[in-house]
Nanobody
Framework: QVQLVESGGGLVQAGGSLRLSCAASGSIFRINVMGWYRQAPGKQRELVASITSNGSTNYSDSVKGRFTISREDAKNTVYLQMNSLEPEDTAVYYC???????????????WGQGTQVTVSP
């Protein structure tokens, strides 16, 4: 059994910054791709950023140049540094990871519980 726990959400004014963290725990053999998604009210969940096990990153056009994704494999943790936040960034942010478990050895896609980010004008 593996799980992801997010932290770092909150309320911030436009132009401000927040840093989200997501830690994986459980019977982990390896973590492949890790990513952040978000879902605003009335909208579909969308990919914000992702990072592979070799450090390759991918960003949605709406956050390029403002958000930075990184990972710390020794802590099984992925981060999302969000700068120059805009009201349009308001959403619930979800962590996602493709994890290979130890026993049994298998690949599983795991979601965190979500953390609210609210950006006021």
């Amino acid at each position: 059994q593996v799980q992801l726990v997010e932290s770092g959400g909150g309320l911030v004014q436009a132009g401000g910054s927040l840093r989200l963290s997501c830690a994986a725990s459980g019977s982990i053999f390896r973590i492949n791709v890790m990513g952040w998604y978000r879902q605003a009210p009335g909208k579909q969940r969308e990919l914000v950023a992702s990072i592979t096990s070799n450090g390759s990153t991918n960003y949605s056009d709406s956050v390029k140049g403002r958000f930075t994704i990184s990972r710390e494999d020794a802590k099984n943790t992925v981060y999302l540094q969000m700068n120059s936040l805009e009201p349009e960034d308001t959403a619930v942010y979800y962590c996602n990871a493709n994890i290979v478990t130890k026993i049994p050895i298998r690949s599983t896609n795991v979601w965190g519980q979500g953390t609210q980010v609210t950006v006021s004008p």
